[in-house]
């Protein structure tokens, strides 16, 4: 009967053991970590994979899918793996080495470490729907709480963008908005409620968004954007603008904004029973100008408070630009740049035109003639 | 025939249609025809023998001022679509 010191002792005889000056010699050597998920979280050395002891003979080839790869395998203090080193032989690895020492002697020689960031156990149950989905997992989750995301306007589009935003996990929400939740809204912009009546637009929503995720910081704007706070806001810094305005004017400024911080806008519209989507990403696509040069005249450009849309419209279309917001947080898929959606809920139908960036265009051409704001209230009266 | 798409902002020159038929081999012959079958509308869009700069005109898809603007072909079984700018968001 053999014991589990004396097999330890025939197995590292067996294989190779190399010393941290050694393991490093080792060109273009794969570094594993085969302690358990709790051990790496306390830290691991730079550059290294975790595959668990448990997981190692199921998940090598992929890691490591050419056998004769170096391959430095280390645990806590050389023991398992030693045993790791032996399993690799037998599939076929010719040159894995066990880390003398291991993790201990490593970091107790002063060798450099890094802590890796995962998520609490808390968020991994909140967020277990996305960690299962191999394009977010657990590294595209961390994404989404890193992104800063500003909503202009919480009303038909910023509703259920705020809550699909928040449930999420955008780390950063902030939304501009200066009107009062009053009973006209409530057929569609379903971030309000009775409870909200009379309040800000802005706490309305954060109130919605805080109840959903803890986990978002809101911040609130209760202002229209103008070109005398733009700069201010857009200081604060985000990653991406989900445009649910309602006029030409404060379109026309998020677009010139958004080229000049060099941010992308996920831009939607409804009418009636009519929605469009897009993605403006500066200087990689088309602009807002360059989709729109100038806005209709005055007569041809009711607002929904004139001509009406339908409640679900805006939700239909304020979720898929919060899934162009929430694939362009995590460096996803395929974004709508350059192409435009269009929706058409009485016939159910979408259908998509392309769209192509102008090399004349005022703000994001190739010889810009529109270099700072301008009166944009002006601009769409014309 | 060539169907054109009508933009919801401008149903109410077309007599309330989604969808009208209009003739023409390229684009200027189809607003043309449109302008004499449906005069609100035609005239809203073209006039003077051009489009109106607030007025995209797409043919299967592609914007006419990326290709030979008003010199565009159109086809027979080709989709036009009128598509001004909407604003709303509320």
Redesign the interface.
């Known amino acids: 009967m053999t014991t589990y010191r004396e097999l330890l002792q025939r197995t590292k005889s067996e294989i190779s053991e190399v010393d941290a000056r050694g393991a490093e010699a080792l060109d273009g050597a794969i570094w594993i970590d085969i302690r358990e998920a709790d051990e790496w979280q306390e830290g691991h050395l730079p550059g290294a994979i975790h595959v668990p002891r448990g997981f190692l003979e199921s998940r090598i080839e992929g890691v490591v899918p050419d056998k004769a790869t170096p391959i430095v395998l280390y645990c806590a203090a050389a023991n398992r793996s030693a045993f790791a080193a032996k399993t690799l032989e037998e599939l076929g690895y010719t040159n894995a080495h066990s880390l003398a020492g291991g993790f201990t002697d490593w970091k107790r020689n002063g060798g450099e470490i890094v802590m890796p960031r995962t998520l609490s156990p808390e968020r991994r149950t909140r967020y277990s729907r996305h960690i299962l989905i191999p394009e977010i997992g657990e590294e595209g989750q961390l994404k989404l709480l890193d992104s800063r995301v500003l909503l202009?306007?919480a009303?038909?589009?910023?509703s259920p963008a705020s809550l699909y935003l928040a449930a999420a996990g955008i780390g950063r929400i902030g939304i501009v908005d200066a009107d009062i939740v009053d009973e006209t809204?409530l057929q569609r912009?379903v971030a309000h409620s009775l409870e909200t009546l009379g309040t800000p637009k802005v706490d309305s929503a954060k109130r919605a968004i805080e109840a959903l995720n803890p986990d978002v910081d809101v911040v609130t704007y209760r202002e229209r954007l103008t070109s005398e706070n733009v700069e201010r806001i857009l200081g604060d810094g985000w990653d991406l603008i989900v445009?649910?305005?309602?006029?030409?004017p404060?379109?026309y400024l998020v677009n010139d904004a958004s080229i000049w911080h060099d941010i992308p806008v996920v831009h939607?519209?409804?009418?009636?029973?009519?929605g469009?989507v897009t993605v403006f990403s500066p200087h990689n696509g088309p602009c807002y100008r360059c989709?729109?040069?100038?806005?209709?005249?005055a007569e041809?450009?009711?607002?929904?408070?004139e001509?009406g849309?339908l409640g679900v419209l805006?939700g239909i279309v304020g979720s898929l630009q919060t899934n162009e917001a929430i694939k362009l947080a995590a460096g996803i898929g395929e974004p709508l740049v350059g192409r435009l959606l269009?929706f058409?809920a009485?016939?159910t139908e979408f259908?998509?035109?392309?769209?192509?960036r102008?090399p004349d265009c005022p703000v994001c051409g190739d010889h810009p003639t529109i270099t700072e704001y301008i009166d944009y209230v002006e601009f769409c009266a014309r | 025939m060539t169907t054109v798409r009508v933009p919801p902002v401008l149903r109410g020159e077309a007599g309330g249609v989604r969808e009208l038929n209009a003739d023409g081999a390229t684009v200027r012959e189809v607003m043309e025809d449109l302008t004499r079958r449906v005069p609100a509308l035609g005239t809203r869009v073209y006039s003077d023998g051009e489009l109106q700069p607030f007025v995209n005109v797409y043919v299967d898809g592609e914007d006419v001022r990326t290709r030979d603007g008003l010199d565009t072909p159109v086809g027979d079984t080709s989709t036009v679509i009128l598509l001004p700018a909407m604003a709303g968001g509320r």
């Open positions: 202009i306007g009303g038909g589009l910023g809204n912009q445009d649910g305005a309602d006029n030409f404060t379109r939607g519209s409804i009418y009636r029973f009519e469009q989709l729109f040069p100038e806005p209709p005249p041809l450009a009711p607002s929904c408070a001509g849309v805006p269009l058409d009485l016939a259908s998509e035109v392309r769209i192509e102008n």
